[in-house]
């Protein structure tokens, strides 16, 4: 897809009234998402629930909640994804930022993608419905609007994923698949690099070990992973990046001849 789904054309009028569905608030935000496109989890936790309590489609069509890992507040402690055409995860599944959830198209109130917050497992069910429909702690305008300035987390061995990618020696990340290890600076400023701190940092699993190189007398290394590469340089002797200390991301064309055949 050209964006992400959430960055298409929203209706935000929540908690306006009645909502066209019934005589309650407007408890959704509306994208108007092309059809066909994968609708994705926007933060890291459980799919708690799809459609209602007995696996029928609900009236407004099919819908993935999920149960967040860090709540938003006290109340808001869910997301949910609905006015789906297809369901593409399933109960229990852990997801993070990014995992495909559904797919947005035709639906029975031919709305566009709803996104919302909730403070219960399944979406629209339960007596946390009527109790905070159109509360201000579950306006989801504000979490998306965050959206475009999404911060790097930590990840580490508390992460979800961590096992699934990595084992842990004194301090020292062995990475599962690729056998390549990542230690030191640059290991501090890898783990840095995560879209919520349970996705595996945005430069992926390395492909090399550190790499040694000199020049004028100073001394650094290289590291190379599946998206880029980050240069240990504490002196600066190679390059530098504003914003960044000892370890940056370095230019590909400059390290390039530096990465292993």
Request: proline share 10%; net charge negative; with cysteine.
């Amino acid at each position: 897809m050209s964006q992400p789904w959430y960055k298409y054309p929203r209706i935000d009028d929540y908690a306006s009234y009645p909502d066209p569905d019934g005589p309650f608030p407007k408890p959704d935000s509306n994208i108007l998402v092309p059809d066909g496109v994968p609708i994705t989890a926007l933060a890291s936790g459980v799919v708690s629930g799809i459609n209602a309590p007995d696996g029928s489609q609900p009236g407004f069509g099919q819908v993935v909640t999920v149960k967040l890992d860090t709540p938003l507040n006290p109340i808001a402690d869910h997301m949910a994804y609905l006015h789906l055409n297809q369901i593409s995860c399933s109960q229990g599944q852990r997801v993070t930022f990014g995992t495909p959830v559904g797919v947005a198209g035709p639906n029975p109130q031919n709305a566009g993608t709803g996104f919302a917050l909730y403070h219960g497992d399944y979406y629209g069910f339960g007596s946390t419905w009527a109790q905070y429909v159109g509360s201000p702690e579950l306006n989801p305008v504000p979490f998306l609007n965050s959206l475009g300035d999404i911060s790097m987390q930590t990840f580490g061995p508390h992460s979800s994923s961590f096992a699934g990618w990595y084992t842990v020696h004194d301090q020292i990340w062995q990475c599962i698949e690729t056998s390549f290890i990542i230690g030191h600076g640059i290991l501090a400023a890898y783990q840095q690099l995560s879209i919520d701190g349970n996705a595996l940092p945005v430069l992926g699993l390395p492909t090399s070990n550190e790499i040694g190189w000199e020049k004028n007398g100073k001394r650094g290394v290289v590291q190379f992973f599946e998206r880029g590469c980050l240069v240990y340089d504490p002196a600066h002797a190679e390059d530098s990046q504003p914003g960044f200390n000892d370890v940056y991301f370095g230019k590909t064309d400059q390290f390039l001849p530096f990465k292993p055949k």
